[in-house]
Nanobody
Framework: QVQLVESGGGLVQPGGSLRLSCAAS????????MGWYRQAPGKERELVAT???????NYADSVKGRFTISRDNSKKTGYLQMNSLKPEDTAVYYC???????????????WGQGTQVTVSS
């Protein structure tokens, strides 16, 4: 089975940094676009950042200049480096990937299980 497994969340002080990882496993031919979403209590899930296979990126205005999305295609792993964290960044962060499982298959959306990021003093 194809699976996305997140890691790296935790509790951090305002101004601190965290690096989230999203490792894809299983039968995978191609990982197309990847992205990170987040959902805070009482709020809708929102897009944080996206990255193409060629490493073109887009960011939500709220995280520009502070977060960096990246990927290692050989390792089938995506990353979200979060610097200068603010309390309003507190949320569950989810990895998203558009994955083609084999040469005869189309692309399918997969989600990670989510990892909690809490920014508090």
């Amino acid at each position: 089975q194809v699976q996305l497994v997140e890691s790296g969340g935790g509790l951090v002080q305002p101004g601190g940094s965290l690096r989230l990882s999203c490792a894809a496993s299983g039968s995978i031919f191609i990982i197309n676009d990847m992205g990170w979403y987040r959902q805070a209590p009482g709020k809708e899930r929102e897009l944080v950042a996206t990255i193409t296979p060629g490493s073109n990126t887009n960011y939500a205005d709220s995280v520009k200049g502070r977060f960096t999305i990246s990927r290692d295609n050989s390792k089938k792993t995506g990353y979200l480096q979060m610097n200068s964290l603010k309390p309003e960044d507190t949320a569950v962060y989810y990895c998203h990937g558009l994955i083609r499982r084999d040469i005869s298959s189309g692309f399918t959306v997969y989600w990670g299980q989510g990892t909690q990021v809490t920014v508090s003093s």
